[in-house]
């Protein structure tokens, strides 16, 4: 039996309650973890790094965090294994950072939006906080002139 055989097998078992999806993530009916990835980034200094993050947090499911462990792109993107019900379609041969990731206290308790010390969703946000970091933030483009 094939990879893709399994799957199907396990979303049947799911769907027929013959394999139980722990509590809180049978709840989660959108799969949250499952939805976007988070890749670290150096921290941000200057006025030039900081404009590349607007530019960076001005397309599309591009958010910009900060928590406790750093700076961060917020990348939303649904993983491609998963299937409905929940379900992860490479289960047996998932990543390391799935494996480990606990649901103890997670993405269904406190969106990353809400757990963040900084979460910019929108390039003026970002804006608006480079004007209190920075005194000339508006007038950054006189540099290169
Ligand atoms: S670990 Fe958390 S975010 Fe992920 S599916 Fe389970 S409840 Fe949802
Ligand atoms: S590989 Fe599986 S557990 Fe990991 S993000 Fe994709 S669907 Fe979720």
Known sequence: MNAEDDSIKLVKA??????????????????????????????PKSKEDFDHLAWQVSHENINIFKDADGWFLHIKANCMHLLPGGVCGIYETRPWVCREYSNDF????????????????????????????????????????
């Not at 709840?27 to 939805?35: E, F, L």
């Not at 804006?127 to 006189?142: A, S, T």
């Open 106 to 145: 997670c993405e269904y308790d406190e969106s990353i939006a809400d757990a963040s010390e900084y979460f910019f969703a929108e390039p003026e946000q970002l804006h608006k906080y480079c004007r209190k970091r920075f005194k000339k933030w508006d007038k950054r483009f006189e540099l290169y002139e």
């Open 14 to 43: 799911v769907s027929a309650g013959k394999v139980a999806i722990d509590g809180k993530c049978s709840k989660c009916t959108k799969s949250i973890c499952c939805n976007s990835i988070n890749q670290k980034i150096p921290t």
